[in-house]
Structure formats: structure tokens, C-alpha cells
């Protein structure tokens, strides 16, 4: 049987980020092992790291130059400089600009694809952890002082601490019997990549119609990302549809801030669910990233919120073993639940809230909900707290 200090199941970008945080804050005096089920390839993708784009908050940032990962991202990153908020055929507008908050960018998009290189690479640097890959959980036994895990191949690893970063449906979560909540949306998001006659230029834009939101990131070679929020039919007949017919609804749903949509590339679709777990942490084991929470894509709080969620509880194992050498005891664990309780219930609920205001054709939400868009303009203290979660800048 081997020996840990930390197992982490799942080297998705929560799980990676967790092994990299530990091993930098307490430097490499900690040993850590990472179970990963997906065997990479050339020619394959994980599932964690696909060809879908996803924006960092300006507060994700500062935790990555914080790990010495910053720099390895940069050659992959386009700057976001400006994101404008508007509901299709009314007046509602908001802008939130770089420039107004005195920063280079208010965030970065980054392929995922980028990301998954990025990780292997930082892990396979550190010399304290172990990658175990393919492998699978099949059971979980935890006893007062440790946690012993089963794998697939019948390895044994034994930890002190047993971390969940295996995304949505988490499989150890379910071995601890961890409930999960689900609200379904009753919507799907189409995503894809699409090139524009005006290239973005940092320009990112949140516009909502009456079928859902529709998102578009800024990318490198000017192109943009797109994640396209509509109810199931809809969806169906899109991913169905010749690119020529894609190009007219879409162009129809976001209008022509970026001129003529020119080309679009291949679609994936995934139906939009909040999941969530309000237990992040039992005996010896802790919950991090989308197996906590899996968000809704409005407003892109969802990675951000969970790289919050890991770099909380790297700082809490990093204090836990400089205080005690112990770090899955419960007074770590239930430091970490504390911290992220606010943020955790804060953000869900704002993106809900969104959803469900901008996602419907009730007149009185209408009007309402447009309001809201030109007071954030006007109205620096309605705009600031906003601004601030939109950038990462929360408590943690």
C-alpha cells in the first residue's frame, strides 16, 4: 500500500490546479497522488480539456501568477478588454470596460484544449506527485486517521486527505454517499467557434433573447467563441442545420456588433443543469470545482468559482501542515467549508437569478431587467459589487 498525504481523484483543470497549488505553497514536502481516468493520446482530448474556450476572471489570474503558472498560460491567452451586457430589441445596455476599472484586462479566454498540455506538463515537473492514469476508484474505506482507496487495477493508496475533483457526477462522491442537488434550466447550450468580418478585438458581449443568453469570448486569430443558450427543440434543429442556417439564427439571436458572421465551426451541445452539493467536506475528504458546483454558462462565473473553491483549500492544507502535520484533520476541513459557504451561495444564486430574469418574455420582467441594465450604467454603487464578482474580486 502506498502512502499520501493527499489523493485527489480527477486531473481536470480543478483537480491539476489542486496537486500544483499544494505542492508550490508547501513546497514539495508534501506527497500527493492523482487519479485520472481518461488516458491521453494524441489524437484525444480529455473531456476536462476540450475544444470548447473559457474565460479566467481577473481574480483567477492573480491565483495563477500566485502558483507560478501564469506564465505558461500566456502564450495561449487573449485579453478580454470589454464586456457588453444588452437584451436583444430593447433598450437595456450595460459596459464594463478595462479602462474604467484600471486594469490591462478584465479577464482571459483560453482553450481548453491549451490547458490540458499545460497541466500535464506542471505535473509530470513535480517530482512530489504520482500520476495514476487510467485508473478508476472502486472503493473507499476511511478509518479515524486515514482514508485508503481502491483503484481499478486493485492498487491500494492510502492518504490522510481524499480530494473530489471528478466534475459533475463525481463517482466519489457518490462512494461517501455525498447527495447532489439538480435544477434543470430547460435549456441547452450550443457552442462553437465563429469568425466574424470585424474581429473581436477583446470585445466580449452577454446578450440575451428571448430563447436564452448567447455569449461571445474573444479568441485568438480573430475569432470568437460562442455559447448559445436556447430551449431543446431549438437546439435539436441547429446541431441538424446546413452552417448557412446556423449563421442566419445566430446572426439574428446576437445582431451585428461584429458585422457578418463568416464562418462557424463544428457544434457540440450539452443541456444546461445547476448541480450542486451543499456538503463539500466529511471525514478525511473535501469537494472541490464542478463536483461541488456546476453552473449555469451566464455570466462565466462557473471555473472561476471553483478555482476559488481549490486555491481555498490549498491554503488551508498548506496551514494545517505547518501547524500540525495533520492535513485532513477537521478543523482544515471545516475551516475550508466556512470560507466557501458565502461565495459558493453568492455566486449560485446570482447566476440563477440571471437566468431566470433574462431567460423569459413576462413584460413586467422585461421592463425590469432593462432598468437593470441602464442603472448598472449609471449608477456606480449598483454597478461596482457586480463588476467585482464579475472579475473575480470575492472574498474567499
Request: glycine share 6%.
Amino acid at each position: 500500500m502506498k502512502q499520501y498525504d493527499i489523493a485527489i481523484v480527477g486531473a481536470g483543470m480543478a483537480g491539476a490546479t489542486l496537486a500544483v497549488a499544494v505542492d508550490h505553497l508547501c513546497q514539495g514536502k508534501l506527497n500527493i497522488a492523482v487519479i485520472e481516468a481518461y488516458q491521453l493520446h494524441d489524437e484525444q482530448r480529455h473531456p476536462g480539456f476540450d475544444s470548447r474556450a473559457i474565460a479566467l476572471s481577473y481574480g483567477t489570474a492573480q491565483i495563477l501568477k500566485q502558483l507560478d503558472l501564469w506564465a505558461r498560460f500566456e502564450p495561449f491567452l487573449t485579453p478580454i478588454t470589454d464586456i457588453e451586457i444588452s437584451d436583444r430589441s430593447h433598450l437595456g445596455l450595460a459596459d464594463i470596460t478595462a479602462q474604467d476599472e484600471h486594469v490591462a484586462a478584465l479577464g482571459y479566454v483560453v482553450e481548453l484544449e491549451s490547458v490540458g498540455r499545460i497541466y500535464q506538463q506542471a505535473i509530470r515537473e513535480c517530482t512530489s506527485i504520482d500520476y495514476y492514469c487510467p485508473a478508476k476508484v472502486k472503493h473507499i474505506e476511511r478509518t479515524l486517521e486515514s482514508v485508503t482507496v481502491t483503484l481499478s487495477d486493485d492498487q491500494l493508496l492510502q492518504a490522510n486527505l481524499l480530494v473530489a475533483a471528478d466534475g459533475a457526477l463525481s463517482e466519489s462522491c457518490q462512494h461517501i454517499n455525498i447527495p447532489l442537488n439538480e435544477i434543470d434550466f430547460e435549456q441547452v447550450a450550443v457552442i462553437a467557434n465563429v469568425t466574424t468580418e470585424v474581429a473581436p478585438q477583446g470585445r466580449a458581449f452577454e446578450r440575451f433573447t428571448e430563447f436564452g443568453p448567447v455569449a461571445f469570448l474573444p479568441m485568438s486569430e480573430g475569432r470568437s467563441s460562442v455559447v448559445w443558450c436556447m430551449p431543446e427543440a431549438r437546439a435539436q434543429k441547429m446541431m441538424q442545420a446546413t452552417d448557412d442556417d446556423v449563421i442566419a439564427a445566430l446572426q439574428q439571436d446576437f445582431g451585428w456588433r461584429l458585422g457578418k458572421i463568416t464562418k462557424v465551426g463544428a457544434l457540440a451541445c450539452y443541456p444546461l443543469v445547476l448541480r450542486y452539493r451543499e456538503q463539500i467536506v466529511s471525514h478525511r475528504f473535501a469537494v472541490v470545482g464542478n463536483a461541488a458546483q456546476t453552473l449555469h454558462p451566464i455570466a462565466g462565473q462557473g471555473f472561476n468559482l471553483g478555482i476559488r473553491d481549490v486555491f481555498s483549500l490549498a491554503e488551508e492544507i498548506t496551514q494545517a501542515y505547518q501547524e500540525q502535520g495533520d492535513v485532513g484533520n477537521y478543523s482544515m476541513l471545516s475551516r475550508y467549508r466556512q470560507r466557501r459557504q458565502q461565495d459558493r451561495e453568492l455566486t449560485m444564486s446570482l447566476t440563477s437569478c440571471l437566468v431566470n430574469s433574462f431567460s423569459n418574455a413576462w413584460p413586467a420582467m422585461r421592463v425590469g431587467r432593462n432598468l437593470g441594465l441602464l442603472a448598472i450604467s449609471y449608477l456606480p454603487y449598483l454597478k461596482q459589487p457586480i463588476v467585482k464578482r464579475t472579475m473575480g474580486l470575492v472574498e474567499r
